[in-house]
Structure formats: structure tokens, C-alpha cells
């Protein structure tokens, strides 16, 4: 009887699919940590070409203490004063993954802005507009869930 080769086939074939397993296991960590580290640093990402949205990128968003700013592509410059901010909404469209489909829009009484996700500059104007008093962010996650033609209200200013 030939039961030794069948026990070295039998513990080679398991040391085998135990390396595979731990192999894959490491791998989905490792993919999981990528994912996680993106959400919660996404300034490492942004200065790196292949992470950024393409146009949403090209569209610019500058904070001060009295306004937003927003330069489009084009050429364009809106522009919404913190004072005169009356409604934040999320804008979102069908149109993704190959087009933009995800807008912050600012509106104030003289104009507004509207803002693609992913355009330069947008962590440090979400971070502000979260901080809004009465920032609605179950409305806000949503919208981050959404793939329709959909408007959100997020926040809307008290009179």
C-alpha cells in the first residue's frame, strides 16, 4: 500500500490552499486600508494625476472668510459671500461614472455657485459647509448614495 505519497499530496495540498487563503486575506486588508486611508486623508491623494476627477478637477474652489469662490474651465468665476449664503443643496444626476454627477450648489440672493465633486479645493469648502449650524448630514450621506437625478437640501438659512 502506497500511503505515504497520498499523505505528502493530501498536507502539500493543504499548506497550499492555506498559503492562497492567507494570500487573499491580505490581500482584501490591504485593499480595504487603500480605501479607508483615501476616505480619511484625501489630501495625500489629491496632488497625485491618476486620483483626480477629470474635468471636475479643472474647476477651482477658493474659501476666504467672506466668500466662496468657484473658477470654472472656462474662464468663469462665481461667487457666494458666507453672509449672503441662503441654501446648500446636493445635486445629483445619472450621468456617473463617466460624467460629473455629483454638485455642491451654493445658493445666495445675488447668484450661486455650483460646484462639481471632485474639484480642487472642495475638502476644505465640505468641511466648512458642515459646519454649518443645522447642517442636515443624513441628508447630506443620502446624496453621496444616490445614482438618480436627484436635488437634497442640506442646509438652509434661518430667517
Not at 441662503?86 to 450621468?95: A, L, P
Request: net charge neutral.
Amino acid at each position: 500500500m502506497h500511503i505515504q505519497p497520498l499523505i505528502i499530496a493530501v498536507v502539500s495540498g493543504a499548506v497550499v490552499w492555506g498559503l492562497i487563503e492567507l494570500w487573499l486575506r491580505w490581500q482584501a486588508s490591504r485593499t480595504v486600508s487603500r480605501v479607508l486611508d483615501r476616505v480619511r486623508h484625501p489630501e495625500r491623494y489629491a496632488s497625485k494625476p491618476n486620483a483626480r476627477l477629470e474635468p471636475e478637477s479643472r474647476f477651482i474652489v477658493r474659501l476666504s472668510e467672506a466668500d466662496v469662490v468657484c473658477e470654472r474651465p472656462e474662464g468663469k468665476v462665481e461667487r457666494v459671500a458666507w453672509a449672503d449664503l441662503q441654501k446648500v443643496e446636493v445635486i445629483t444626476t445619472s450621468g456617473g461614472p463617466f460624467a460629473p454627477d455629483v454638485f455642491w450648489l451654493l445658493h445666495g440672493t445675488d447668484g450661486g455657485c455650483a460646484i462639481p465633486q471632485g474639484a480642487t479645493g472642495e475638502s476644505l469648502l465640505l468641511e466648512r459647509l458642515w459646519a454649518l449650524p443645522g447642517f442636515d448630514m443624513r441628508t447630506f450621506i443620502e446624496a453621496m448614495l444616490c445614482v438618480s437625478d436627484k436635488r437634497f437640501l442640506c442646509w438652509q438659512r434661518t430667517p
